[in-house]
């Protein structure tokens, strides 16, 4: 299996970023933990778009809230 896919080239360049705790690749998507005082989910979303892909919904892993962001 390539373990040098786009996919796994997004999943480090986020890891390096102040803020994002720790990237979970799943099946069309990712998890990622973040601190919301280091970075943004409006950050997040803007990274992964400048990546190539689409970033669309956030949960909340504490308060279960949710947010939408498919520009």
Same mark, same amino acid.
């Given at each position: 299996?390539?373990?040098? +896919? =786009?996919?796994?080239? @997004?999943? *480090? =360049?986020?890891?390096?970023?102040? !803020?994002? #705790? =720790? *990237?979970?690749? *799943? #099946?069309? !998507?990712?998890?990622?933990?973040?601190?919301?005082?280091?970075? +943004?989910?409006?950050e997040i979303c803007t990274l992964i778009r400048r990546a190539g892909y689409? =970033?669309? +919904?956030? #949960?909340?892993?504490? %308060?279960?809230? +949710?947010? @939408? %962001? %498919?520009?």
């Amino acid at each position: 299996m390539d373990t040098d +896919t =786009a996919e796994e080239r @997004v999943k *480090v =360049a986020l890891e390096k970023i102040p !803020g994002i #705790q =720790a *990237v979970r690749l *799943v #099946q069309r !998507g990712a998890f990622i933990r973040y601190n919301p005082i280091g970075i +943004t989910k409006e950050e997040i979303c803007t990274l992964i778009r400048r990546a190539g892909y689409r =970033a669309s +919904t956030f #949960q909340d892993s504490k %308060s279960g809230d +949710t947010g @939408v %962001s %498919s520009q």
